[in-house]
């Protein structure tokens, strides 16, 4: 489709009408390359780096002190996968954290919006990375775990024992995710670095204490928190197998402690203006 532009040489008839094109509108961004910058933009800053290589340095020294300072009798896959495992449940949220409020702490949101002003596509990158990295994390940990199990069966001369069902597995790899999934929730809500690790830390070490405490004294509140309190069904996954109303309290507490967040922070950054 062409448009004509009408010069004033043109209406007296003196000059021809030169017909001049539209701009021709380029394609959108395909997902996949954002998803590929924003994954490059997780490793790009210091930061970034050595909280991604933290993942392994913390999984092999957690195995490499299970074997020195463990009973090298009693060891098996399940007590590397659980040492193995808690620094993971640390360092796993971080990262959910960072890949949010990072825009704003470098300053690189207004970049960012402009070249893909669809902000809900780049927020989807972002999440989508952050379970993805979450998952292959888990992956690179067992195999870390496994090695231990391995190196351990070799120094003793017995046979290795795999003691963890994929099923349980499971269930500790959706631990850790919905770990990093309040993270990257707490990071759109707060969209600072120190304000959402902080709020982190609060929901999962100074909250528990507190229920503990109300559960002490009130038995309505013991019978109770597990519709409440997220910490408490979610540490289950990483140790046992949950009952069908466990499930439901499971689902309950992530819609409050991590949908409606995540969904607030959301209509907050799609909202407020990019400075």
Known sequence: MTTATMTPAALDGSAPVSPRRERAVPDPIPFTRILGVELRKMFDTRAGFWLMASIVIASVIATALTIILGNRDDLTFDTFAASVGSPMSIVLPMIGVLAVTSEWSQRTALTTFTLVPSRGRVIGAKLVNVLVIGAVSMLLA??????????????????????????????????????????????????????????????????????????????????????????????????????????????????????????????????????
């Open 142 to 275: 067992l195999g870390v775990g496994a090695v231990g199990n391995l190196l351990t069966s070799a120094i003793t001369g017995s046979d290795p024992v795999w003691d963890i069902p994929a099923w349980t597995f499971a269930q500790i790899v959706l631990a850790n995710e919905l770990g990093m999934l309040l993270g990257f929730a707490l990071g759109l809500l707060f969209r600072n670095s120190p304000a959402a690790i902080v709020g982190y830390f609060v929901v999962n070490l100074v909250l528990p204490g507190l229920s503990g405490a109300l559960a002490s004294s009130q038995e309505w509140w013991m019978d109770n928190a597990g519709w409440f309190d997220l910490n408490q069904t979610r540490f289950l996954l990483f140790d046992s197998s949950l009952t069908n109303q466990e499930w439901v309290q499971l689902g309950l507490t992530s819609m409050l402690w991590i949908v409606l967040p995540l969904a607030v922070g959301l209509r907050l950054v799609m909202c407020s203006e990019v400075k």
